[in-house]
Nanobody, 118 residues
């Protein structure tokens, strides 16, 4: 199973930017898909963005399209979520998720808190 460690969360004002990082314990070439999810207090976890590591193909939730960018760094075995024009409704714990080519359940990181508030 993949160990995932997120970082980069924090408190930011509306309209600000943050970059989240997710470091994987194995080669990114062994990972089929990587995703960012978020869960706001009292709400269900939702998919924010995903990337297919081999092709770089990406998908985004409608609520973040045009504001968030998901990317991977093959050399660092890492994935990122660049977030711009942040809104209070983006406040949530953000989780990294990875699905390998070896099957089994996807792996999750511990989460990183993002708070957008003035």
């Amino acid at each position: 199973q993949v160990q995932l460690v997120e970082s980069g969360g924090g408190l930011v004002q509306p309209g600000g930017s943050l970059r989240l990082s997710c470091a994987a314990s194995i080669s990114i070439f062994s990972i089929k898909h990587m995703r960012w999810y978020r869960q706001a207090l009292g709400k269900q976890r939702e998919l924010v963005a995903s990337i297919t590591t081999s092709s770089g193909s990406t998908n985004y939730a409608d609520s973040v399209k045009g504001r968030f960018t998901i990317a991977r760094d093959n050399a660092k075995n890492a994935m990122y979520l660049q977030m711009h024009s942040l809104k209070p409704e983006d406040t949530a714990v953000y989780y990294c998720n990875a699905e390998t080519y070896y099957g089994g359940f996807p792996s999750w990181g511990q989460g990183t808190q993002v708070t957008v508030s003035s």
